[in-house]
């Protein structure tokens, strides 16, 4: 099939998701910055997950807060900024590109292709993607915490395939298939392929990330996504 379009995911795809360990590191700090006990921090961080990625929480500082709220510790405005820097830091760090990720971009952008991104993220994400190297590469990006809903909902594809103003059929969608993702993909028109790059278990903090089965095209590496759009 001849594409025009392809449509990336972001974490775990352009560039890796975060380790379960590390991100579990990370929500340890946040709590020990807030005076907060890190299982009851961690619970209500997994629990206000869907809130976070779909903007009801507009910044990551109204999310602690709302936690503390809820957790009862009456955690001040600078503890707050603290731990939501201490998040933003540890996510810089993670949204390094790929070894092959520009070259792969650089390639479909001067072959005409557009190329547009869909991603399922906290709000700070949309703000770390524009000092990115990768940012310029894109005609169109799709953050869920922006746009109100995430994958795999119909809305958030069909979104993106408007604002690029192209059919879901001539559409290629690369991810590593969280958050059923390449199904959501397929359902709409869209050509799912995984990524799974060798060495990289699938593994995501998040309980609602599953992956689920897939057994579709697969590409071991961003430069194996050349062969098919050429």
């Not at 990336?8 to 590390?22: I, W």
């Not at 060495?199 to 579709?216: C, I, V």
Request: net charge negative.
């Amino acid at each position: 099939m001849k594409y025009a379009t392809v449509i990336f995911d972001l974490f775990g795809t352009l560039v890796r998701s975060p380790s379960n360990q590390g991100y579990l590191v990370g929500l340890k700090r946040m709590a020990s910055i807030l005076s907060v006990r890190h299982d009851e921090f961690s619970r209500w961080w997994f629990d206000t997950g869907v809130k976070r990625s779909t903007g009801v929480f507009p910044t990551i500082e109204a999310n602690i807060k709302y936690i503390c709220d809820k957790i009862g510790v009456p955690a001040g405005g600078a503890e707050i900024r603290l731990a939501a820097k201490d998040r933003f830091d540890n996510s810089v760090r993670t949204m390094e590109p790929r070894p092959d990720a520009i070259e792969v971009l650089t390639h479909l952008k001067s072959q005409g292709f557009k190329v547009g991104l869909i991603s399922n993220c906290s709000p700070d994400a949309p703000v770390i993607w524009r000092d990115t190297p990768l940012a310029p590469f894109f005609d169109v990006t799709v953050f869920s915490s922006a746009a109100g809903v995430r994958k795999p909902d119909p809305r958030i594809y069909r979104l993106a395939v408007e604002q690029l103003g192209v059919q879901p059929e001539g559409c290629l969608y690369v991810g590593d298939g969280a958050s059923q993702e390449l199904a959501g993909a397929a359902r709409i028109g869209m050509s799912p392929l995984m990524i799974q790059v060798f060495g990289e278990e699938f593994e995501s903090p998040l309980p609602d990330d599953a992956r689920g089965e897939w057994d579709g095209p697969m590409v071991l590496s961003l430069t194996e996504v050349l062969a098919l759009v050429e």
